[in-house]
Each structure stands twice: as structure tokens, then as C-alpha cells.
């Protein structure tokens, strides 16, 4: 396991390509379009809509526009990608994939071993202004987002406030540490 360096990287109107669209792969398509990315997927079966809504249903897929190529990868799929996540169940497919898009200068998430590509994506919790992205360093994804559950009710439970804090500290930006502590403690009704 490799610690990483924890980041978050601006998709918004970028264009990411996601080859294999089976369970794995459903999943960091949910996750980039979320984060506004321009998406092409790729896998010889295509796009399972219905499977979609069952991975992301706040999103409103019938309003996304994702472009879907029903074949195979092909040499130059990834031309002009910020990102090309490889999610497909067949390991040489998966190596061929990742080696040309990090030829043509792509980031590489490949879901079949967080070490074989550049980066992974953490279990993520967002309220407000806030994200908050739990990794276990590629060793247990199902760690990671216990962890972020637990974060998703802590964050729930002072909801309110924490809406609060993150339109104050946005409103006064720059605010230090003390700063923001300070005014959640206020909030909370303590000196």
C-alpha cells in the first residue's frame, strides 16, 4: 500500500473516458459526472442505464450527457483525456489500456489494483462547501467507506451548523483554523 497524496482534482468540463462499464466501472462513472466531467465509456456491451440509477440515484441521468461507444478500446480512445479509469475484468486489456493512456499523457485509475495506476478514488462524504475523502491507501476500499458512513452521520447529526460554518468561513475567506474552530464552537452554544 502506497500512502498517496491526497488531492482533488477539477474534471469539470474535462474529458475522462471509462473503459469497461460493469459494476466498477458504473461507479467511477457516477463519480465523474457528479464532478461535472465530460464522459465517454467504453465497453463491447454497453451502457446498462437501469444499473445506473441502482449506483447514483440523486443523479439525473436522463439530463447527463455521456457518450457511450459500444466496442472495444481501440488505440487513441484516450486522445485529449484528463482521465481514463480501466475497469474492465480482463487483466491484459486493463495493461494495454492504462500503458496508452499514460503514453498519451492521461491520469490512470485502473480498478483492478490501486498500484498499477496513478491515482484511486476515496470514499467520499460531501455536506455543504465540505468534502471529506477517506483512503486506506488501496487496501480496503470497504474500510474506507465504513469510515466515511461513520463521517456522513457525524456530519448529519450537526447538520445545521455545519451549513452554517461553511457559508461563514466562505463569507470570510481568507479564515484561519482558530478561526473556524471558534466560530463552530459558537455554534454549538460554548465559550
Known amino acids: 500500500m502506497r500512502p498517496g497524496l491526497p488531492v482533488v482534482l477539477d474534471v469539470v468540463d474535462r474529458r475522462c473516458v ?5 459494476a466498477g466501472g458504473r461507479r467511477k462513472l457516477a463519480a465523474l459526472v457528479a464532478a461535472g466531467a465530460r464522459v465517454t465509456v467504453i465497453d463491447p ?22 457518450d457511450v461507444v459500444t466496442r472495444r ?4 480512445d484516450g486522445a ?13 486489456v486493463n495493461a494495454a489500456v492504462a500503458a496508452e493512456a499514460t503514453t498519451a499523457g492521461a491520469l490512470v485509475l485502473r ?8 491515482l484511486r478514488l476515496p470514499a467520499v462524504a ?20 465504513v ?36 466560530r463552530l464552537a459558537a455554534l454549538r452554544g460554548r465559550p
Not at 485529449?80 to 491484459?92: F, G, H, I, S
Not at 483512503?135 to 480496503?140: E, I, K, Q, T, V
Open 147 to 182: 469510515a466515511r458512513n461513520e463521517i456522513i452521520r457525524l456530519l448529519a447529526a450537526d447538520g445545521e451548523r455545519w451549513d452554517e460554518l461553511a457559508r461563514w468561513a466562505v463569507e470570510h475567506r481568507p479564515v484561519s483554523v482558530v478561526d473556524v474552530e471558534a
Open 126 to 145: 460531501r455536506r455543504s462547501h465540505l468534502t471529506v475523502a477517506v483512503d486506506s491507501g488501496g487496501g480496503s476500499p470497504a474500510l474506507a467507506a
Open 18 to 22: 471509462v473503459v469497461g462499464a460493469g
Open 73 to 76: 478500446w481501440q488505440p487513441g
Open 111 to 118: 480498478s483492478d489494483g490501486a498500484e498499477a495506476g496513478d
Open 45 to 66: 456491451a454497453g451502457l446498462d442505464q437501469a444499473a445506473l440509477r441502482d449506483v447514483a440515484p440523486e443523479v439525473a441521468w436522463g439530463e447527463v450527457g455521456i
Open 80 to 92: 485529449e483525456a484528463t482521465l481514463v479509469v480501466v475497469a474492465t475484468d480482463d487483466p491484459e
